[in-house]
């Protein structure tokens, strides 16, 4: 369920160079919740170790991977079948070795089992896909073996989220395995279009660069949808918005192709898509680093860990009339931790850049839920687990989710050890 890399710090980072805690040939099949990297990003690694789906050799294709639409399939080498968001952030994760699986590994066999809709599976496994709002696509899991359930939220969207629908209510499930990106934090309540109008209208004044950080699939969006708002409206001056994300601009269709799954508006989506010019070769990239401001760049990654926005920020960072912006959560060990925590030297392609540039983290931006919103949403289930497992967040944040659970709602809760095995029928 889920197969990504351990993100932020060295200690974690180097777990991704150990070998799998099982062969990866014994694996029946992998199930992803949604297209984001550290979701997603071990797959081709794993597929290069040998997953194939249980007890099958010599087979042109890899293992079957399941995820729920709309990552709406698409044609690629030889016309085979692959699942849209995970196939972009792959091709857009960089040139890691534990990014790049075995040639043809974009022939992978994924399947699309359709929200709301039930998909036999092997060993007697039944799986349901919910819709878990947070991005397009995002869903959680209920996989039943037997007579026992597991309920898996992936990640979780917010109640309020300006693109996305919340997520569906928790289902009655033996055991409930919860993410904790938010578990110790409350959102930010100013209102992000205002953050926005003050931010952009005091940097172009000043006639500097606003660099946004943002995640690819879901957040370059998100901006997008309030500087066309804030554009409408004459808040903003007309200067130039560039997003600079070949990962961003190739997710867009898809917003359009799926209209059931958000809240924008046929008219909302195209202004979106007008507010910025689209940047797609290195070409176009290099040059908006001798272009200057005032304008506005909208780049990957959110957390500055790596992608296009590094080249920017090496190249605007050292100034002081420009902005940066984070746009949501940095993981404990990235570039962008380290300069919401106030640092102001950073190392890139082997250079320390000094950011002098004035640096904004914009919390209120997340499209993961809170810890007031991830509470709610259990308050509402059908019923309560006999165990939850807290995973998915630092030490810190899910320890305090596990606190919650346990005084406010009453239930059984823990966070599993690194490498813990737990048997469903006897949840402890």
Not at 51 to 56: D, L, Q, R, Y
Not at 189 to 199: G, Y
Not at 318 to 333: C, E, M, T
Not at 344 to 371: F, P, T
């Amino acid at each position: 369920m889920d197969c990504g890399p351990f993100q932020g710090y060295k200690r974690s980072r180097e777990r991704n160079r150990t070998p799998f805690p099982v062969r990866p040939a014994s694996i029946d099949a992998v199930v992803l919740t949604h297209a984001h990297l550290d979701h997603t990003g071990y797959v081709p690694a794993l597929m290069r170790d040998g997953f194939a789906g249980a007890g099958v050799r010599h087979r042109r294709n890899h293992g079957p991977v399941q995820a729920a639409p709309p990552r709406q399939r698409l044609p690629a080498g030889g016309g085979s079948p692959v699942c849209h968001p995970p196939r972009i952030v792959h091709a857009q994760s960089g040139p890691s070795a534990l990014h790049r699986g075995r040639r043809g590994e974009d022939s992978q066999q994924l399947q699309d089992p359709g929200f709301r809709r039930a998909t036999g599976s092997r060993r007697g496994m039944e799986l349901t896909f919910l819709p878990a709002g947070h991005i397009l696509g995002a869903a959680q899991v209920h996989v039943r073996i037997g007579s026992r359930s597991v309920h898996f939220t992936g990640d979780l969207g917010r109640a309020d989220d300006p693109l996305m629908y919340p997520p569906r209510p928790l289902v009655a499930s033996d055991v409930l395995v919860t993410e904790s990106t938010y578990g110790i934090r409350k959102h930010s309540t100013v209102d992000p279009e205002q953050q926005l109008r003050d931010i952009i209208n005091r940097v172009a004044k000043r006639g500097g660069v606003v660099l946004f950080a943002a995640f690819a699939v879901g957040r370059a969006e998100t901006l997008m949808l309030y500087l066309s708002r804030l554009r409408s409206k004459n808040l903003i001056p007309d200067i130039p918005v560039y997003l600079n994300s070949p990962m961003a601009i190739d997710a867009s269709g898809m917003y359009q192709r799926h209209p059931e799954e958000h809240r924008l508006k046929e008219q909302e989506y195209m202004n979106m898509y007008k507010v910025a010019k689209l940047t797609r070769s290195v070409d176009e990239s290099k040059l908006l680093n001798l272009r200057g401001g005032p304008m506005i760049i909208i780049s990957a990654s959110g957390m500055l860990t790596g992608g296009r926005v590094l080249h920017h920020l090496a190249a605007y960072g050292p100034d002081p009339k420009n902005a940066v912006i984070l746009s949501g959560y940095q993981a404990g060990g990235t570039r962008g931790a380290t300069l919401a925590a106030g640092e102001r030297e950073l190392r890139i392609y082997g250079e320390d850049v000094k950011v002098r540039a004035e640096v904004i983290q914009m919390e209120s931006l997340s499209a993961h839920a809170d810890a007031d919103g991830i509470i709610s949403w259990m308050r509402a289930a059908e019923k309560e687990p006999r165990m939850t497992y807290i995973t998915h967040g630092e030490p810190d944040t899910s320890d305090a989710l596990r606190i919650r659970i346990k005084r406010e709602l009453g239930w059984r809760a823990r966070v599993p050890e690194h490498l813990e095995q737990i048997s469903i029928e006897e949840p402890r």
